[in-house]
């Protein structure tokens, strides 16, 4: 297991030059807006799908989220994924290349190579199940990851003391998050953190609902569902159809051979 985040003492580092430094913070915003606060949104989205039982859309909603709190944790570690795409799988690949290691337990693991195999589709383009309480699993995997969405690794340059001690103080608090009661871990400036500070903010009831990893106190217990929805796609039904499907809409290259093998088993099953 890769050591916790540690960081250089302040006379070992090499000061950026003021251009530089611009760009690392112009960067790391760009980090937090595009891919940490929208996976925020996504994932309180994908609650409310849950919540009314939109299946389809709380998986897509799901992927999205990790996809981007993924994309978050890899740029600002400034690992290249520019071909990541929506493959949970690959991002996962390359935070091997971090300075640490991403601590995640095995019920999230699970959830997210789930998520990797179903919630890429947004079309019902492959047969999909849900099936236990997948909104305990999401909070959970949202809770694991998501601490690691911010600056912990700053490549060796000088800092002002006020910052200096801010980067510390984000490594602490890392450090001692799975020894504390969930809910009191915070991001500086996250989304979240906006919302549970305002009592009439709209998405709040949506983050609270039945959440036992975020809000203002701890909870022992929560209400749950055990679902169990399942649904195949209309081209399983009638594979005969690809070709001239493909004439007018987007079926994704890796399934289209899936489904040419689903038709060439059903003609040699048709009495001769």
Avoid at 22 to 36: G, K, M, P
Avoid at 43 to 48: M, T
Avoid at 127 to 137: A, E, F, R
Wanted: aromatic content about 12%.
């Amino acid at each position: 297991m890769k050591p916790s985040p540690t960081f250089k003492a302040l006379n070992d580092l090499v000061p950026y030059t003021n251009e530089q430094d611009e760009l690392d913070r112009h960067i790391n915003s760009f980090a937090t807006q595009s891919f940490r606060d929208q996976a925020d949104r996504d994932y309180i989205a994908a609650r409310l799908a849950c919540r009314y039982e939109l299946m389809p859309q709380f998986l897509w909603s799901s992927q999205q989220a990790i996809e981007k709190y993924l994309k978050a944790i890899l740029l600002y570690n400034r690992i290249k994924a520019p071909k990541v795409g929506h493959d949970l799988g690959k991002a996962m690949e390359l935070t091997v290349g971090l300075s640490f290691e991403i601590d995640l337990s095995l019920r999230s693991r699970k959830f997210l190579s789930y998520l990797g195999q179903y919630g890429e589709y947004r079309y019902i383009d492959v047969p999909y199940h849900v099936d236990g309480y997948v909104l305990i699993d999401l909070d959970l995997l949202v809770w694991e990851l998501r601490r690691y969405c911010q600056v912990l690794n700053v490549f060796g340059k000088q800092l002002p003391a006020t910052e200096k001690a801010r980067l510390d103080e984000a490594a602490s608090q890392l450090a001692q998050s799975s020894k504390q009661p969930r809910h009191k871990f915070r991001l500086a400036e996250g989304e979240f953190e906006k919302i549970l500070e305002k009592p009439d903010h709209p998405s709040r009831p949506a983050l609270l609902w039945s959440n036992f990893v975020y809000g203002i106190r701890k909870r022992k217990t929560v209400r749950a569902k055990n679902f169990l929805h399942f649904q195949n796609p209309y081209l399983i039904h009638y594979p005969e159809m690809l070709d001239e499907l493909r004439k007018y809409v987007k079926i994704s290259d890796k399934l289209a051979p899936h489904y040419r093998d689903l038709l060439a088993n059903k003609k040699a099953k048709l009495p001769t």
